[in-house]
T-cell receptor
Framework: GAGVSQSPSNKVTEKGKDVELRCDPISGHTALYWYRQSLGQGLEFLIYFQGNSAPDKSGLPSDRFSAERTGGSVSTLTIQRTQQEDSAVYLC?????????????FGQGTRLTVV | GENVEQHPSTLSVQEGDSAVIKCTYSDSASNYFPWYKQELGKRPQLIIDIRSNVGEKKDQRIAVTLNKTAKHFSLHITETQPEDSAVYFCATRDNQGGKLIFGQGTELSVKP
């Protein structure tokens, strides 16, 4: 596609359920990033990928959060046993490659609401 | 790890005035400093960036300045317009050339 695509756009889930958020980066972009944005707050780094490997997972809030990337393209962020404090917009971004000063393009985000 | 502080958190100006947003960072090896604009309900979009080999860059009404010695950089918007109202984020790319670390954001309001 022309831009970074995320699905679903909105997700409402019950506390304790697992959710999967998907990110489809721009074709050819090898670097992929996940951020979390709570209402009215900043962009909290979660994890980034270079190809299929994740050099930095330091931002994942707890072991309930995990992410993977396959084929150097699509990435999935999984949140297990969701809690109300997980409610936020989850943003994905991609850029041409790591280590270069290139623009990161953001997707439209997935708004997660845990009830 | 890298830390980016951004000030002010909110800024209100009259149309036509200038706006300045400032960021400081902790990692002296940071070498890429982008600024993103996020309008309400939309995704962040890059508006300008600067690399460590230059001290200033200008694009029409917006400019960025970088002081690597002091480890701070600033966004300047001149002749502000109501459509400039948004949240602005500064960022740095860390010394591993990987993740982008963002400041906390500045909510700019331009009053007509």
């Amino acid at each position: 596609g022309a831009g970074v695509s995320q699905s679903p756009s909105n997700k409402v889930t019950e506390k304790g359920k697992d959710v999967e958020l998907r990110c489809d980066p721009i074709s050819g972009h090898t670097a992929l990033y996940w951020y979390r944005q709570s209402l009215g707050q900043g962009l909290e780094f979660l994890i980034y990928f270079q190809g299929n490997s994740a050099p930095d997972k330091s931002g994942l809030p707890s072991d309930r959060f995990s992410a993977e990337r396959t084929g150097g393209s699509v990435s999935t962020l999984t949140i297990q046993r969701t809690q109300q404090e997980d409610s936020a917009v989850y943003l994905c971004a991609s850029s041409v490659r790591q280590g270069r000063n290139t623009e990161a393009f953001f997707g439209q985000g997935t708004r997660l609401t845990v009830v | 790890g890298e830390n980016v502080e951004q000030h002010p958190s909110t800024l209100s100006v009259q149309e036509g005035d200038s706006a300045v947003i400032k960021c400081t960072y902790s990692d002296s090896a940071s070498n890429y400093f982008p600024w993103y604009k996020q309008e309400l309900g939309k995704r962040p979009q890059l508006i300008i960036d600067i690399r460590s080999n230059v001290g200033e860059k200008k694009d029409q009404r917006i400019a960025v300045t970088l002081n690597k010695t002091a480890k701070h950089f600033s966004l300047h918007i001149t002749e502000t317009q109501p459509e400039d109202s948004a949240v602005y984020f500064c960022a740095t790319r860390d010394n591993q050339g990987g993740k982008l670390i963002f400041g906390q954001g500045t909510e700019l309001s331009v009053k007509p």
